[in-house]
């Protein structure tokens, strides 16, 4: 079992900047993938970003390519979201998730509770 807890979220300007941070429980956390999700008011839960165990691998939507980056720090048991030049359209809650398997295909097993991101504009 994993056990994820987001934490970072907030209301920021277009343009501005924050950082999200997802713990994770467990003593094998460098053997999971870390995704980011988000879901928009009225709309589905969308992928955002991934990176592999190890962290060589990652993986962007095209929509936050160059403006976003996901990191780990196994040492911390920690995945974080850096999210610069945000715009409105960024504003949903963002969770964090973990599975084994790198691959569009493999499912996540676990989610955290998600944290709210809201940019004004």
């Known amino acids: 079992q994993v056990q994820l807890v987001e934490s970072g979220g907030g209301l920021v300007q277009a343009g501005g900047t924050l950082r999200l941070s997802c713990a994770a429980s467990g003593r094998t956390f460098s053997t999971y993938v870390m995704g980011w999700f988000h879901q928009a008011p009225g709309k589905e839960r969308e992928f955002v970003a991934a990176?592999?165990?190890?962290?060589?691998?990652?993986h962007y939507i095209d929509s936050v390519k160059g403006r976003f980056t996901i990191s780990r720090v196994s040492g911390k048991n920690s995945v974080y979201l850096q999210m610069n030049s945000l715009k409105p359209e960024d504003t949903a809650v963002y969770f964090c998730?973990?599975?084994?398997?790198?691959?569009?295909?493999?499912?996540?097993?676990?989610w955290g509770q998600g944290t709210q991101v809201t940019v004004s504009s």
């Open positions: 990176i592999s165990g190890s962290g060589v691998l990652k």
């Open positions: 998730a973990a599975k084994t398997t790198w691959g569009r295909s493999a499912p996540y097993d676990y």
